[in-house]
Every structure is written in C-alpha cells, then in structure tokens.
C-alpha cells in the first residue's frame, strides 16, 4: 500500500512501513524477543526501556510496550496506571493499523465470491493483523475496568469483537498461506493458537447470563467442545520451540491450571501439564519471579501448604522493582496460612496488604477480621479494639473497581454489620472465606489438612448447640446452618457422603429460619448437586442444580455460584449426551444441542447456535471424570 505525500510540487510515493518505521519486522521481533526475556527475568524497568523508544512507530515495539502497562494497570488498580495503559495501548492500536492489510470495497467484496490469496499479504501485513489482534484485546480490557457506564461496556464489547474478528483473519492465514520459504512461521502460528485458545477458553467458562449479554455484541455459540479444543490450541502453541508466544501460552495455561479453576470452582487443573510447563520454564527463567510464583501455586493446589510458603517467599524475595508483585504473594500466602489454620500469619499478611495495595482494601480488611474473630477467645483487650476498629473501618472502604461494586467487598460489608450486630463476634469466619474462594477442594487434597479445618467446625458446633434456646441470638440459625454447610462440605471428601448429605438436606429444611445469610440455602442445593453426580445419579444432580440456579436470586455471591453451577451442567449434559462432532475448522458453527426443559422452571430452554471462536476437536477424547 502507498501513501502521497508532495515534495518540491510533485507527488512522491512512499512505502508505508518505510514512512512509519525506520525498523525491519526481524530486528523488531528479535527486540521484542528480548525484551521479554528479561521481563521474566525480573529486569522488567530494562524490558519497558527497550520498547519505549520504538513504541510509536514499530508493532512489535507498540504491542510490548502496551503489554508492560497492562500489566502494571491490572496489578494496581490504579485509576491512573489504567489511564495511561489505555491511552499507550491506543496507540499501540494505532501503529498496528497502519501495518495492516487495506483492502478496497472490490476486494472485500471479492470476498464474499471469492478465496482470499493470503500469499499475496506481505510479512508485514500478516503480523501487523497478529499484534492489531492482541493489543485490541489487552484495549478491551481495559476499557471495562475504565468505569462503570453502558457506553463503556459497549465500546469494550465491540471492541472485543474486532479482535475476534482478527484472529479469525489470522486463523485463515495460517491455513491458506504457504509458509514454506517462511522461517518466521512458528512467531506467527504461536500468536494465533494462543489467541483462538484463548477465546475458547474464557468463553467456555462464562455462564449463560454473561453470555447473552455478548450475544449484543455479536457472540454466540456451543460451547460443548471449547474448553478442550482452547486447551489443545494452547498446547500446541507452547509446544512451539523457540516461537516468540510460547512463553504467553505458558502463562495462559498455568492460570487456567492453577488459578481459574480452583477460584471460579469450575474443575480440576491439570497439574501434571503445569508441571510440565514449570520445568521447561524454570530452565529458561531460574529466578524468574512468574514462574517461581506458579511453582509455589502449584504446591497451594496439590495441599502442600509449607512447601508453598516456602516458594511464595522465593518469588516474593526475587525481585524488588515491581511492588505490586509482592501483593500477589502476600495474597497466596495469606491463604495458605488460613488454610493451615495458622490464623495470626494470615492477619499479618491481610494486614499487610491494606496497608500497601489499592485493590480493594474493604476485602483485605475483612479478611484481616476474619482471622482475629478465629482467635477471639486468646485476643488481648487491644486487639479486641484493633478488631473493632478494622470492622467498624470496612464500609467506608468499599469501592468500585470495573464499573460495579464487587461482590466480595459486599459481602465484607454485611459482615461486618453483623459482627456488631451479634455483639462483636462472628461463627467462622475465615472458614465461610475459604468455602466462598472455593478451598474446601483443595484442603481435600491432604487428609491431615481437612481433618484440622474439620475439628474447629466440631468444636464451634458442640458450642452453639450447648446455647439454650431462650439464649438464642436472632442470627443462631444462620451459623448453625454456616457450620453445617462446612461440616457437610469437608465430610464429601472425607468418604461421608450420607453424613455430608444429611448436612445439606438439614440446611435446605429450615431455611425459613434464616435471617439473613440466604446463599445458604442455594450452595447447599450446589453440594447436594455435587454429591449426586460423584454418585453417577445425573438426571438427579441436573434437577437440583437447575433449582439452585433458577429459584434463588439477590443472596451473597452469586454469581460465584453461578460459574459452578454452570460448569457442573455442562458437565452433566456432555455425560448425558457425549461428545458432539464438529468441522475441521476453529471458527466455524458447531450444530446446535437442544437442551431439556428444566423440572423446576415451566419454560423450556431454546437451541443455541452460533459462529463463536471453535476450534477443532481431537478423535480420541478423553474420558470425563464425575468428580467435580
């Protein structure tokens, strides 16, 4: 493509990636090649250094550039690292638009008619689509968390869109082009398994009513196969050798394994592959502050909670330059003493983090309570107050972080109320935290862990039954019904599942009696739900879960509930239903699944069809566990 510009009186053509960029694309990707090695080697001042320069004039450069404030913005929260990542990553866009392909209204309608000659794209061209498609993407995110206005979701929504619609380009071009005299290939084909896999993946996890709401903008889809086929598409990129995404992709499934699945309670990680993932890396990177963090997450989820402390101090002392690193220590490290039962190294580390993070201090401050109200009865008079006075500071510390109120932070503030309300106390709550964040599954990972957490609900049980009942508080029931809930919860994985049944069925018995903490009720349905299907009775499990989902509304973290519930349909129905077959390409329509009338709901679900991002599934799938 050429643009005009006028020189002595005459018309003079120039190149377009000569005007914008005095760079070659190979000299660009080998810059940014290094610059994120010495990113995930803590050197991330001289990373952002490297890229700064060249950031408005190279897509290479613009897209790492951004990459680095995204990356400072979402660990602070700060209104204004959001602010200039926005406006980097805008620019970002831009130089990355100037690269791209520009057709003209008869090529795009010779599309329609005719296949794309993808051989006809300059190596610019192709790459210039890659980084419009990431830097769009990282642009959209941020957008949500600008504020809260519909303009914002809209614009972010459509944003999003577009970049789907790139990587859909990118997908055609890895197909159709022939990449044999191309030693860049592997660059390339990393960015776009990663990108598809990617889509996949956050798309499988969403439930249907966050779904319809990006119907708006234009998505749609099965989402039967995306989970597995976003997984594949993310292995085979990390199994590129030497390609300039790997390492992206390696982050992307570690988060998954490690992180997205244990908090939004969705399944299982797959921690044999993020071993595998962590010894390639840990080669590469030793004293990398990621990777390191990610071996000690690793140990977290597998219930060795030493061992983990002991890696998290590793990450946390590898490095000084990014502070805001060290808060996401402090926040695992905090759980991994809550979930040891080591409550006062817990208060120490949320305390830690309201004094020094801005991400949301109401939630660190309950957390803080939390731990004093598990040690209440061995609290000096000063502590008392100290606990007091960090409730008393809760409300006044909530905000809004992506445009809403979170919901964690209004949870901390009902409580708080209601440690005053129920003179100064509450019924286990660092414990209701670790069921809320979905810990129950991991503290099951070792007998002796679980056992521990076990024993103090026994206690605070044989407590409140000893209360006689004209000394009863208004609020006796709902900690009577707490406790069970997290007797019921431990006593599934420790082989009790009549006695973990009985808790769950007592709980959704006297549900009247609740006062005010009704996401009882509908987590106890979840675990019901849960117990059923390890049983292998689906049709059972899928009518309870229908239940909790369509007959509950308003209580605390719902939507927390929502994500597993509607994981473990999905779960249910590929089990019911088995496999669905699909077409050889990630971006075309699957055939659309009627769903069965809910029992509990006296509509009946519609079909869903769709051009979402798929991608192709293997011949042989594995065979899916019922454990959830």
Not at 330 to 347: N, P, R, T, V
Not at 406 to 419: T, W, Y
Not at 594 to 600: E, F, K, L, T
Request: proline share 3%.
């Amino acid at each position: 493509m050429a643009n005009n510009d006028v020189e002595n009186g005459e018309e003079v053509f120039v190149d377009a990636a000569e005007e914008v960029c005095g760079m070659d694309l190979s000299t660009a990707m080998e810059e940014a090649r290094l610059a994120c090695s010495y990113f995930f080697n803590n050197r991330f001042e001289e990373a952002r250094t490297l890229m700064r320069p060249w950031a408005h004039k190279s897509m290479y450069h613009g897209l790492g550039y951004g990459t680095f404030m995204y990356l400072q913005a979402i660990m602070t929260f700060d209104p204004k690292d959001i602010e200039t990542a926005i406006e980097t990553l805008k620019q970002s866009v831009e130089v990355c638009n100037r690269f791209r392909r520009k057709n003209t209204i008869g090529e795009s309608l010779g599309k329609m008619v005719k296949k794309v000659d993808y051989n006809s794209f300059t190596k610019e061209e192709i790459h210039a689509e890659l980084c419009y498609a990431e830097c769009l993407l990282l642009r959209a995110v941020l957008t949500f968390m600008e504020d809260e206005t519909l303009i914002s979701f809209l614009k972010g929504g459509m944003k999003i869109r577009a970049c789907y619609q790139s990587y859909k380009e990118c997908w055609y071009i890895l197909e159709g082009r022939d990449w044999s005299k191309d030693a860049d290939k592997m660059h390339f084909e990393s960015g776009v398994r990663m990108g598809v896999g990617a889509f996949n993946l956050m798309i499988s996890q969403l439930p249907q009513k966050i779904l319809k709401l990006l119907e708006f903008v234009g998505f749609s889809g099965n989402k039967s196969c995306q989970k597995s086929l976003g997984l594949s598409e993310l292995e085979r990129g990390f199994h590129l050798e030497g390609s300039l995404r790997r390492v992206l992709c390696a982050l992307v499934l570690l988060g998954y394994h490690l992180i997205a699945t244990y908090v939004l309670g969705t399944s299982e990680g797959d921690l044999v592959m993020a071993q595998t993932i962590l010894d390639d890396h840990l080669k590469l990177y030793p004293n990398g502050a990621w990777f390191l963090f990610f071996a000690a997450r690793l140990e977290y989820v597998k219930g060795n909670f030493d061992l983990a402390i002991e890696k998290y101090t590793t990450s946390l002392n590898s490095q000084n330059e990014w502070r805001q690193f060290h808060h996401l220590c402090y926040w695992e490290l905090m759980w991994c003493c809550i979930m040891s039962a080591q409550f006062k190294e817990g208060e120490e580390y949320a305390d830690k983090l309201l004094q020094e993070s801005k991400w949301s201090k109401a939630t660190y401050a309950y957390q803080k309570a939390s731990c004093m109200c598990m040690r209440m009865d061995e609290l000096t008079p000063a502590e008392k107050q100290e606990l007091s006075e960090t409730m008393r500071s809760i409300p006044g510390l909530k905000q809004r972080i992506a445009g809403k109120s979170l919901p964690v932070e209004k949870f901390a503030v009902k409580k708080s109320l209601r440690f005053f309300a129920q003179g100064e106390r509450l019924c286990l709550s660092a414990l209701e935290l670790i069921y809320a964040w979905n810990g129950i599954k991991i503290l099951a990972k070792k007998y002796e862990n679980i056992e521990k957490i076990y024993s103090i609900i026994e206690r605070e049980l044989r407590r409140l039954e000893k209360i006689r009942a004209d000394n009863r508080s208004e609020y006796y029931y709902d900690d009577y019904l707490l406790a069970n809930l997290l007797k019921g919860s431990c006593l599934a994985y420790m082989n009790s599942p009549l006695q973990a049944e009985e808790c769950f069925k007592f709980i959704v018995s006297n549900e009247k009696k609740i006062k005010e903490d009704t996401y009882l009720v509908p987590n106890a349905l979840l675990e019901l739900g849960l117990l059923l299907l390890r049983a292998n009775d689906l049709e059972q499990s899928r009518i309870i879960l229908e239940h909790a989902k369509n007959n509950y509304k308003g209580y605390s973290l719902e939507s927390r509930l929502h994500f597993r519930v509607h994981a473990t349909l999905n779960k249910i129905s590929t089990l019911q239903k088995g496999s669905q077959s699909v077409g050889s390409n990630p971006m075309d329509s699957y055939p659309s699944i009627s769903r069965s009338p809910s029992p509990c709901h006296s509509k009946t679900s519609g079909t869903t069809n769709g051009t979402g991002p798929h991608l192709k599934p293997t011949k042989n799938g594995k065979s899916i566990s019922t454990h959830p």
